[in-house]
């Protein structure tokens, strides 16, 4: 069961959930993700790494997952604009070139954003083959 106060369980769950499609082919939950959001592995593994240990800077995202800064940039670009993930400025920058942190979505929040936004999904499709008949 997806549990929303533990970050570890709930993303390895959803990462691993399948479900069973009307051809009888079974499919995983997280490549509908990474279809509907439009994420890279990388995109996902940097979610997945932010959810897991809480609050990073690029460079510090750079070393655990071993990417380049360029990817990691490229990667919280993309989770920022979709609202998964909140850039704020890091309170020890001192001077010159702000230094920024990311801070993941909570787990219960991007569940329920990935949950309504997957039955609007379903609605427009619904919509679209109504309309061809």
Same mark, same amino acid.
């Given at each position: 069961? %997806? =549990?929303?106060? &533990?970050?570890? #369980?709930?993303? !390895?769950? +959803? /990462?691993?959930?399948?479900?069973?499609?009307?051809?009888?082919?079974?499919?995983?939950?997280?490549?509908?993700?990474?279809?509907?959001?439009? %994420? =890279?592995?990388? &995109?996902?593994? #940097?979610?997945? !790494?932010? +959810? /897991?240990?809480?609050?990073?800077?690029?460079?510090?995202?750079?070393?655990?997952?071993?990417?380049?800064?360029?990817?990691?940039?490229?990667?919280?670009?993309?989770?920022?604009?979709?609202?998964?993930? !909140?850039?704020?400025?890091?309170?020890?920058?001192?001077?010159?070139?702000?230094?920024?942190?990311?801070?993941?979505?909570?787990?219960?929040?991007?569940?329920?954003?990935?949950?309504?936004?997957?039955?609007?999904?379903? !609605?427009?499709?619904?919509?679209?083959?109504?309309?061809?008949?």
């Amino acid at each position: 069961m %997806l =549990s929303t106060g &533990d970050y570890h #369980v709930g993303l !390895e769950e +959803l /990462q691993n959930v399948r479900v069973r499609l009307p051809s009888g082919r079974e499919a995983r939950v997280a490549d509908a993700i990474s279809f509907c959001y439009d %994420l =890279s592995d990388t &995109d996902i593994s #940097v979610l997945k !790494e932010l +959810l /897991q240990q809480g609050i990073k800077s690029e460079d510090e995202l750079a070393e655990a997952l071993k990417l380049s800064k360029a990817s990691i940039n490229r990667s919280v670009n993309k989770l920022t604009s979709l609202g998964f993930v !909140e850039r704020v400025k890091d309170p020890n920058s001192k001077g010159g070139r702000p230094r920024y942190l990311y801070k993941p979505m909570p787990m219960e929040q991007l569940l329920e954003r990935m949950r309504r936004d997957f039955s609007y999904c379903a !609605e427009i499709f619904s919509k679209a083959i109504i309309s061809l008949t």
